[in-house]
């Protein structure tokens, strides 16, 4: 079973820019980040493959968020730039059990029932 922990959440002004990583207690094939916003269904914002050279990003995120990981330290990160009020939400970290990139690129979504593990979740919260 492998635990996941987030951190780098915090609250920024738009345009502002954060960090969020999460630190993997073993090894991880693709791993993710999700986020869900008060009353909206969890959406899939970015996506890494094995060897970091695979990646996928929702379209609400595309030139403003960065996913990369160091497989050395099991972690992965999200560096989101030019931040919006609407990216407000809880920020989750997802790893799956097999590799997925190539079903997420095909689908163009990232499935939640693709990824096995979960991590607790970091708050961001962005004001205008």
């Known amino acids: 079973q492998v635990q996941l922990v987030e951190s780098g959440g915090g609250s920024v002004q738009a345009g502002g820019s954060l960090r969020l990583s999460c630190a993997a207690s073993?090894?991880?094939?693709?791993m993710g980040w999700f986020r869900q916003a008060p009353g909206k269904e969890r959406e899939g914002v970015a996506a890494?493959?094995?060897?970091?050279?695979?990646?996928y990003y929702a379209d609400s995120v595309k030139g403003r968020f960065t996913i990369s990981r160091d497989n050395a330290k099991n972690t992965v990160y999200l560096q989101m730039n030019s931040l919006k009020p609407e990216d407000t939400a809880t920020y989750y970290c997802?790893?799956?059990?097999?590799?997925?990139?190539?079903?997420?690129?095909?689908?163009?979504?990232?499935?939640?029932?693709?990824?096995?593990?979960w991590g607790q979740g970091t708050q961001v919260a962005v004001s205008s």
């Open positions: 073993g090894y991880t094939y693709t």
């Open positions: 890494i493959g094995t060897g970091g050279r695979l990646t």
């Open positions: 997802a790893a799956t059990n097999r590799a997925r990139m190539t079903g997420i690129q095909a689908l163009g979504v990232m499935p939640t029932s693709f990824f096995g593990y």
